[in-house]
């Protein structure tokens, strides 16, 4: 009996020992471990010069699978002079972004190659009379810019944010410099200049996946219906458009039932067209960070993560940053801000266990990596 009541004991201790080692585990995981199981990127927007900021960098590698520079493969940024010009193109600060990620395993999504601001000054400056270009020289100039930075990344970006923006919250086309100031040559012709830099982005990388990228897109509204009809009408025509990018910048108002009913509609709705589903800039923006107020933005984190498991289209998981400390929300609203997944200390918020909750208690989609 005693030998008996011996190995039970053993038996028990390997059992509290094997039980402790796996809560251990679970408690080590990361963002990046539990989004792969379920089938998505978890990603953030990011700078280059940040990486010299241990926590900052060790974070990033650690807890994400996917980055996208911030603003380093904007137009104004990577492109700041005129093709005259000895060095028209400046690659250094997303060359070090790429590096980081393919250090750490990481997919790059670039963003974004057609966009009215951080457009250069050089460029502007020849869109106003008396010098102004001319639609055809101003295609040119767009064309050979996109070929040259998606060739550069080829085989390094996986996905593009083509075209970011282009629509008025009301539906019809914004006004910028590509589309009719004097735009490429489709001015008037709706979302052709669109359908046009996306078959020069697929011509430069016919292997990359190519994106159309808005906000306030999220719920079935008219700017969602504009996007909604220009992709059922480029799926129809053999248009090289791959998926939607829903920036999801909200605050707490977003967190009411008609609201998320309304977004997760509208995401269906795009799936079912054939397409893939990203969503690539979230932050929920606050008026303070009391504890009530960080709980309510945890929830709506938690929200906005199962809306992406529920549906198989949806690919990505990207918060715009990661750390309060360097977002941009308090800059563009006064007195809002605390609007990411990490303080301002690096500290872990609510948010963050939320969005890991929801990932953790999702069903797994597939045993296969993702590419």
């Avoid at 914004?174 to 078959?199: C, N, S, V």
Wanted: proline content about 5%; some cysteine; glycine content about 6%.
């Amino acid at each position: 009996m005693k030998l008996v009541a011996f190995v039970s004991a053993v038996l028990l201790l390997l059992t509290i020992s094997s039980s402790s080692s796996t809560r251990a585990k679970t408690s080590a995981q990361t963002l990046r471990d539990a989004a792969e199981v379920r089938g998505v990127h978890i990603g953030t927007a990011v700078a280059s010069r940040l990486l010299s900021e241990p926590e900052y960098a060790q974070i990033l590698g650690a807890e994400f699978s996917q980055l996208e520079p911030e603003n380093e493969m904007k137009f104004g940024l990577i492109h700041p002079r005129p093709d005259n010009d000895p060095q028209p193109y400046d690659f250094k600060g997303a060359d070090e972004l790429v590096a980081f990620a393919a250090t750490h395993q990481m997919l790059v999504r670039g963003h974004t190659l057609v966009w009215h601001r951080q457009v250069p000054a050089w460029l502007t400056a020849r869109a106003q009379p008396p010098n102004q270009l001319a639609p055809t020289e101003l295609a040119e100039i767009l064309h050979k810019h996109i070929q040259t930075v998606v060739s550069h990344y080829t085989g390094k970006v996986y996905a593009w944010d083509v075209v970011n923006e282009a629509f008025n919250d009301d539906g019809t086309m914004r006004e910028t410099i590509w589309y009719d100031l004097p735009g490429i040559g489709h001015a008037g012709q709706a979302t052709k200049y669109i359908e046009q830099a996306l078959l020069w982005a697929h011509s430069a990388d016919r292997h990359t996946r190519l994106f159309y990228n808005d906000y306030d897109a999220e719920l079935v509204n008219p700017k969602s219906d504009a996007i909604y009809a220009m992709a059922s009408d480029f799926k129809k025509r053999g248009v090289p458009l791959n998926g939607i990018g829903f920036q999801v910048h909200v605050d707490l108002a977003f967190d009411n039932p008609a609201t998320l009913a309304s977004f997760r509609k509208n995401l269906k709705r795009f799936a079912a067209l054939g397409l893939e589903i990203q969503f690539t800039e979230i932050d929920v923006r606050l008026k303070d960070s009391s504890p009530a107020s960080l709980q309510a933005q945890a929830h709506l984190y938690s929200e906005i993560t199962k809306a992406c498991l529920e549906l198989s289209a949806c690919k990505a998981i990207q918060t715009w940053g990661f750390t309060d400390k360097h977002s941009w929300i308090p800059g563009f609203y006064p007195g809002m801000g605390w609007a990411l997944l990490w303080d301002a200390d690096y500290k872990k918020k609510p948010s963050y266990a939320a969005v890991m909750n929801a990932l953790s208690a999702a069903r797994p989609r597939t045993a296969k990596k993702l590419p």
